[in-house]
Structure formats: structure tokens, C-alpha cells
């Protein structure tokens, strides 16, 4: 950031907080007409906030096109800038916003597709009840928010987080085992040995996104013969539509222990055949540390993580 002398900031002729947000917006929206319904201006006057902007900095922030707006070069450094920027204003609004006494304020929380579905997004009502000044955002994605990036506050993790900057909270260990519906069994038989799979219908993750832990398709594998290749009559890029494909029957599947608690209709399948165990952490950015709001909801699941342990 550009200082004064006398060591303040100095964003030269334009560079006001009122055309970066403007930019910010519609960087992140590609076009003019999308910010503009985001800051509630119109087209022209977002055009204008951004031409009054490359005219202060003497360099072109956007190519223009018919399809749309392309950052360039010089726009995508101010971006980046501004998104970091952004991000941190917006954090320590947050933080200014908790209370002394009780926590408040938003928390945004991401975690793997099937973990934020099957197990998570149950137990967020007894938390908001005991907490209704926090306001909950559940993002469920496979692939990994950049949480230094406040792309989220909170994560629930299948791995050790790799960024130094990141705290980290030991939450579970997930367990993988196998399972099919009673009427596949009644239909194609149990299998009574690993390599019994060779014959059976395998459902298994898909190739075309993240997996939520790297062992997820142990089971394409498991007890196989050597130069003989198994292959699946399903791959999904989706542990819960994997889940639902083999409770309807279509063949056998490795779930986590997490989603299988409650179903209905599952049997497992080689019960001395252990599949992996993933640990899930509960991680969060080093300048959230003092939040109260992240420390309240980290104790709840831990909370329900010993009940079920107990239970």
C-alpha cells in the first residue's frame, strides 16, 4: 500500500474506499450490470466509479468484451489486494460485533459434502438454540476453502491442515467400512472373503472431483487378485449419492461410520475387513483464536462428538 511521508496511507488521486469497493465488486461479479445490483447502482454509475478509477491510476483494470469483463494484469494484482483487504475488514467487523458477555455475530463454516450433510447439519439446531445470536453459514464442498483467504471461518477437515497459520483441533476419527441394502445380499449373495468382490457390483468415488479423504476407493482394491481389475458398476463424485446408490440396491460401497448410524435397510458387508480410518480436524485461522463465537462451537461438537462415544 502506497504511504505519505508522514507514514499515512496515501491512495492518490481516486483511490478512495468508495471506487475500490466498487471494483472489488465488480471483479468478483465479471461484469458491471452484476455489481451494480450487488451495491444497488446502476451500470452507468459502476461504469463510471471504474473508468474514474483507471484514470487515476493511469492503467486499464479490465479488457472489455461482449461476453463480459477480463481482469488484467494490473487489475489482478488490485484485486488480489483488494480481496485481502476486504477480507480482513470484514473479519474484524465480526469480531468488533461479538459481545463481551455472549457470542455473536456470523460464522461461516465449511466441511466435506457428506460430514456437513449426514452429521453436521443435524446438530446445528441444538447449537443455534443455545446460541441464537450467532448466525450460522454452512458450506458443504469437497474441495478445501481457503480459509486465510476468509472463504470460510471455520473448517471440518479429513487431513491434517497443511498451512502453518492454522489452528487445529483433533475432532474424530472416521471410520470406513462396507455396506449394501438387505435386498442386494438376498439377491447376489454375502460375500464371505475380500476377494469374494471381484464378483460383486462396487460403487465407488468418481475421478472428476477432490475426494473428501485421499483413502476413499479402498475398496476398488481391497483383497483383489494381481492383474485382475475391478471395475465399479457406479463411480459418483458424491459420498452421499454413493450412500443412497447402495441403499437402493445397486451394489456395495465403503461409507463412513458418520453416515450409517441411522440407516435403514444397510448391512455390513466382511465385518473382518477393516477399512480406513480418516481423522477429522476442527481448524480455524490463527487471528480467530480469541473468537468466541469459533470457541463456543468448536466445545458444542466435541461436546456431541463424547456423547456419541459414550452413548
Known sequence: MPTSLGGAPSWGRGMDWDKLRVFHAVAEAGSFTHAGETLNLS??????????????????????HARGLILTEQGDLLFRTAREVFAKLAMTEAMLQESKDRPRGPLKV?????????????RI???????????????????ELDLSM??????????PPRQPDLVQRHLMTVRYNI????EYVKKHGMPQKAEDLDKHRIIIYGTDARPPTPSVNWLIDAGSNAGHERRPILTVNNVYAIFRAAESGLGLAALPDYMTHEAQGLVRVLVDLPGPEVEAYFVYPEELRSSKRIAVFRDFLLRKVAEAKNG
Not at 43 to 64: D, G, M, N, T, Y
Not at 152 to 158: E, L, T
Open 150 to 159: 476468509r472463504e470460510a471461518d471455520v473448517a471440518i477437515r479429513m487431513s
Open 110 to 122: 465449511t466441511a466435506a459434502v457428506a460430514f456437513g450433510g449426514a452429521w453436521l447439519a443435524p
Open 125 to 143: 439446531r441444538e447449537f443455534l438454540d443455545h446460541y441464537p445470536e450467532i448466525q450460522i453459514s454452512l458450506v458443504v464442498d469437497d474441495a
Open 43 to 64: 451500470q452507468s454509475a459502476v461504469s463510471r466509479q471504474i473508468s474514474a478509477l483507471e484514470e487515476s491510476l493511469s492503467v486499464p483494470l479490465f479488457h472489455r
Open 179 to 182: 455396506y449394501a441394502s438387505a
